[in-house]
């Protein structure tokens, strides 16, 4: 069985949201997760802000727009039918955000309320399917989904509680839940943060062992460079999930790292694909990946380079010790690193604690600061025994100033670090010189 997870676009308008009927109903039994309706949470939260101010009606112009958004979409999507528990789901949910209204809200609150847009595309989608005549059976994922006290999915719950559910309904023909939201430690409703819906179905793949997790978005898969800077991009056919990971870091959005460790760890392929162009082959994602080859390249903006070059460095020890215990006092996480005999290069990018990391680091020995720099990532598989990607990679960049290099750090990338102002060009002599 398939996980198939459709994104807030996939699903944003009454006649997207036939389009992804048809696609579910094609893939025969599966497990559906679905977003909220583009927009849709970006209003829950302005509604939360509002309440939270104490601006009533604020909150209430909200409401009542993004109410009459989901009556035009009910219009639509049910001209010739009865949106039966469509319109019940949409009539309950905004009778529940304005009893908000009433109250000063709670943290508790604001999940109830950011927890509709997920419960309202899947009663829409649940009510479409069931007018198709296919058996589709609502799981509702706070029956199911939990979080440990530190956030974490609880798997074990989640497996036993998913199992049993789907036992119960031997006859379906689809399975629909809500991405995103779940239940806390304490039986809350409570979410797996913004853009989780991902999350929820490399959860879901994973525990109940799928053959697959599709997520849909719209585009064809992960590109080999950024679509926005360079042309003639491609779809890279197959990724490793390592080089998945170093690509969402370093600044491909397509997927988040953390989102799809359960699918890794539980080796369940996840293959992106487009909504719009759903015969395109995609992106596949899996532990094994075609060896000897240069997939992508992203790049990441915003970066800070600091310096620390000392003579006290040389043939001692501590010193780099030293060096990261100040980044560590300051809760600042490290993205990049160079050393030399006698100093070394880091690289940052949250810069909200630059000034007294920087005094820290005066203490053992003299800092300079690089601003508006760009991590540019080159993944594929680089294990060291491969000859010529470094070669290649550097000769692309032959007329441009490279800050530093990273290699070796995994079998899967090669970081070099320019001026911001630098990057598209670099970008795009890459790909012409590796692909
Ligand atoms: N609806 C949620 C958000 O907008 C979750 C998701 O779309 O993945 O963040
Ligand atoms: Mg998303």
């Given amino acids: 069985m398939n996980v198939l997870k459709f994104g807030g676009t996939s699903v944003g308008s009454p006649a997207r949201i036939e389009h992804v009927a048809d696609l579910i109903e094609k893939d025969g039994k599966n497990i559906t997760v679905l977003s909220a309706m583009a927009g849709t949470t970006n209003s829950l939260v302005e509604i939360s802000e509002y309440l939270y101010k104490g601006n009533i009606p604020g909150a209430q112009e909200t409401i009542n727009a993004l109410e009459a958004k989901y009556y035009k979409v ?13 319109r019940q789901a949409v009539v309950r949910t905004f009778a529940l955000l304005r009893s908000y209204c009433a109250e000063p809200l709670t943290d508790a609150g604001e999940k109830e309320i950011l927890a509709q847009g997920e419960l309202l595309s899947t009663a829409m989608m649940h009510r479409l399917l069931t007018l198709r005549g296919r058996k589709v059976v609502l799981l509702p994922a706070l029956d199911f989904m939990r979080t440990l006290p530190g956030g974490e999915p609880d798997m074990k719950h989640i497996s036993t509680r998913l199992r049993r559910l789907l036992e119960l309904e031997p006859d379906a023909d689809i399975f629909l839940t809500q991405g995103y939201i779940c239940r806390n430690d304490h039986g809350g409703i409570d979410n797996l943060k913004r853009g989780g819906s991902d999350y929820t179905a490399s959860i879901i793949g994973a525990v109940i062992e799928a053959d697959e997790i599709q997520i849909w978005t719209d585009i064809d898969g992960m590109h080999n460079n950024d679509p926005r800077f360079v042309d003639d991009t491609r779809p890279v056919s197959r990724l490793h999930f390592e080089e998945a990971a170093e690509l969402a870091y370093f600044g491909a959005k397509i997927l988040h790292p953390a989102c799809v460790l359960p699918a890794k760890l539980h080796n369940i392929p996840v293959r992106l694909l487009n909504t719009m162009q759903p015969d395109a082959p995609g992106t596949l994602i899996c ?30 020890y501590g010193f780099l010790h030293k060096v990261f215990e100040t980044f560590e006092n300051h809760r600042t996480s490290i993205d990049m690193i160079a050393t030399s005999e006698v100093g070394v290069t880091l690289t940052i990018d949250d810069t909200s604690r630059l000034a007294a990391i920087v005094d820290d680091l005066k203490h053992f020995g003299t800092v300079t600061v690089d601003e508006d720099m760009v991590i540019i990532c080159i993944v594929g598989d680089l294990e060291w025994h491969n000859t010529g990607f470094e070669a290649k990679a550097l000769a692309a960049l032959a007329d441009i100033p490279v800050r530093m290099i990273s290699y070796g750090g995994s079998n899967y990338n090669i970081s070099v670090l320019v001026r911001a102002s630098d990057k598209v060009r670099a970008l795009r002599e890459l790909s012409k010189h590796l692909f």
């Fill in 74 to 86: 009910l219009d639509e999507l049910f001209a010739d039918a009865d949106p039966g528990t469509a």
């Fill in 287 to 316: 532990n094994t990946a075609p060896d000897g080859t240069l997939k992508a390249i992203a790049a990441k903006d915003n970066i800070t380079a600091i310096k620390i070059k000392s003579g006290r460095m040389l043939l001692a």
